[in-house]
């Protein structure tokens, strides 16, 4: 599959195994919620054409700077979604970094080279970085990263500790700088955040063709705002990457992201099981959609239903039946490279 092509199907928005930015291993406790409260949603839209989705459009609720020239845009986000294998997306991060992410543009002449893009804050200079995750084809859903004669129009990103003890913070490079907004200054100042993923639900069977709805509920247990950051794979009619998720929860409070998925009509004739694993940080999950007209047969594997009771502090989510393989098995859901 072109990665450009895969890109464009992901919502706009974030796995957790080794990387080169982060060193998590992808198995967690999730807690389940049988009535999850009235929360805030966020639904994401669906990328585009190659436009460039912008993180306020997207709901993210990431603090961000926009500018002309060089620097189209910037934001600040805790951990990032980037590709772990050619067919999946990871979520890289420690609790004690964060990250900035610059949106470039050298299309109009400014060309420096990564090595001499640099984020000023606080007396110390961070440098730009290409290197995210094991595959560096994609970040969230924008494309490939910077490069000033192959990709002009790319990323980069600013490795820095969390929380950020600075005043201000600027993005340099050889005969420009662009400033981060006081917004963006205050959320590299903010302690991070902590949450705990409430519900994961999905339909228990679909058919070829049908949109089903995938939503996620999770609520921030710190006393700060924060940005939970999740990613979605699935696991037909081929194992890929499904969505990312950068959704805005307040302190205290919950906060839903709901995915759209159409079911693929290219699927095996018979009646299958079709798998999305959800990734963070501190865990995962994954839910088992039965596409069919015998989808409820005596002995299939179902999704977990939605009102099982949480899963107790400390344990793995493994609502789903063992002939269902889940992240934290032996048979994950999608390929977990090796660690560097």
């Not at 926009?66 to 991060?93: H, I, R």
């Amino acid at each position: 599959m072109d990665r450009r092509d895969l890109l464009a199907a992901l919502a706009a928005g974030a796995v957790a195994v080794p990387g080169c930015l982060g060193d998590s291993d992808g198995a967690g406790e999730g807690s389940l919620s049988a009535t999850p409260t009235e929360t805030p949603t966020v639904t994401e839209p669906t990328a585009t054409g190659g436009a460039r989705p912008s993180p306020a459009d997207s709901g993210s609720g990431t603090e961000t700077t926009t500018a002309g020239g060089f620097v189209d845009e910037a934001f600040v986000v805790p951990e990032l979604a980037a590709p772990d294998s050619p067919d999946s997306f990871g979520v890289y991060g420690e609790r004690d970094e964060q990250y900035v992410v610059a949106l470039l543009d050298a299309r109009g002449g400014t060309d420096p080279p990564v090595e001499e893009i640099e984020l000023v804050a606080g007396g110390d200079s961070y440098a730009a970085r290409v290197d995210v995750g094991r595959q560096w084809w994609a970040l969230f859903d924008y494309g490939e990263p910077y490069s000033p004669v192959d990709e002009p129009e790319g990323w980069v990103v600013f490795r820095v500790p969390n929380p950020l003890d600075a005043d201000a913070a600027t993005i340099t490079w050889p005969g420009g700088e662009r400033a981060l907004t006081g917004e963006a200054v205050a959320a590299l100042a903010r302690p991070p955040a902590s949450f705990a993923v409430r519900s994961f639900a999905a339909p228990e069977t679909a058919d070829p063709g049908e949109p089903i709805e995938l939503s996620v509920t999770v609520e921030n247990t710190a006393s700060v705002d924060g940005t939970f950051v999740a990613a979605l794979n699935r696991s037909a009619p081929l194992y890929a990457p499904e969505a990312t998720a950068r959704l805005p929860v307040p302190a205290g409070e919950t906060a839903t992201w709901e995915h759209e998925h159409t079911v693929s009509e290219r699927g095996p004739s018979q009646p299958h099981t079709l798998r999305f694993g959800l990734y963070w940080r501190d865990g995962s999950m994954d839910r088992t959609v039965r596409v069919g007209a015998t989808a409820t047969t005596e002995g299939d594997p179902a999704t977990t239903e939605r009102g099982d009771p949480p899963t107790a502090a400390g344990e793995t989510d493994r609502s789903t039946p063992s002939e269902t393989p889940t992240a934290t098995e032996t048979r994950p859901i999608t390929p977990t490279p090796s660690p560097e």
